[in-house]
Nanobody
Framework: QVQLVESGGGLVQAGGSLRLSCVAS????????MGWFRQAPGKEREFVGA????????SYADSVKGRFTIFRENAKNTVYLQMNSLNPEDTDVYYC??????????????????WGQGTQVTVSS
């Protein structure tokens, strides 16, 4: 069983930055692509972005492209979400998730088999 633990959320003013971290347990982190999602109460979960298992390729939702960056450190079993130029519309609970297929990119929609517990990001205006 893989555990994913997010951290780094908090309260930030509009225009500010935050870096979220997601640490994975186990020995297979480096062969799985990873994704970030966000969700507000009563709303559907939204894809934010993803990174391939090697870290060489990323993809982003249009809403965050140019502001958010995903990168990973496989030696630390950690994937990051660097968020810049935050605005109140970015207020959500952010989740990391692991792609279910090893060494596979891009991650097919819905094919994530482990999820973190989420970390709250609140952007004040």
């Amino acid at each position: 069983q893989v555990q994913l633990v997010e951290s780094g959320g908090g309260l930030v003013q509009a225009g500010g930055s935050l870096r979220l971290s997601c640490v994975a347990s186990g020995r297979t982190f480096s062969i799985h692509s990873m994704g970030w999602f966000r969700q507000a109460p009563g709303k559907e979960r939204e894809f934010v972005g993803a990174i391939s298992w090697s870290g060489s390729t990323t993809s982003y939702a249009d809403s965050v492209k140019g502001r958010f960056t995903i990168f990973r450190e496989n030696a630390k079993n950690t994937v990051y979400l660097q968020m810049n130029s935050l605005n109140p519309e970015d207020t959500d609970v952010y989740y990391c998730a692991r792609g279910s297929r090893p060494a596979y990119w891009p991650i097919p929609e819905g094919e994530y088999n482990f999820w973190g517990q989420g970390t709250q990001v609140t952007v004040s205006s």
